[in-house]
């Protein structure tokens, strides 16, 4: 079993920052990519900022020079930084992890159960 856990999240004005944390735990033997997507009342799922299996980071445009992603790999951990805030991020922010589990070596992908970010004007 695999617990995918979020912290961070909440209500700031337009300019502010706010820092996700994600950590995920449990039965793993490596992950590949692990980061963040994001659901806004009415629109799909998106892509946010992510690490990719060889280490490389993935943002949305719409987020590149405000978001930073990082990670520290010794606790399955990512974070990401949002500076700059505008009330276009205000969405559901979701964990992704896409495991390797010990036993059985499988590839499994994990979600976290959300955050809610919310910027006023």
């Known amino acids: 079993q695999v617990q995918v856990v979020e912290s961070g999240g909440g209500l700031v004005q337009a300019g502010g920052s706010l820092r996700l944390s994600c950590a995920a735990s449990?039965?793993?033997?490596?992950?590949?990519?692990m980061g963040w997507y994001r659901r806004a009342p009415g629109k799909q799922r998106e892509l946010v900022a992510g690490?990719?299996?060889?280490?490389?980071?993935n943002y949305a445009d719409s987020v590149k020079g405000r978001f930073t992603i990082s990670r520290d790999n010794a606790k399955n951990t990512v974070y990401l930084q949002m500076n700059n805030l505008k009330p276009e991020d205000t969405a559901v922010y979701y964990c992704?992890?896409?495991?390797?589990?010990?036993?059985?070596?499988?590839?499994?992908?994990?979600w976290g159960q959300g955050t809610q970010v919310t910027v006023s004007s």
């Open positions: 992704n992890a896409n495991v390797i589990l010990t036993t059985p070596r499988l590839s499994v992908a994990y």
């Open positions: 449990g039965n793993i033997f490596s992950i590949g990519f």
């Open positions: 690490f990719t299996s060889s280490g490389s980071t």
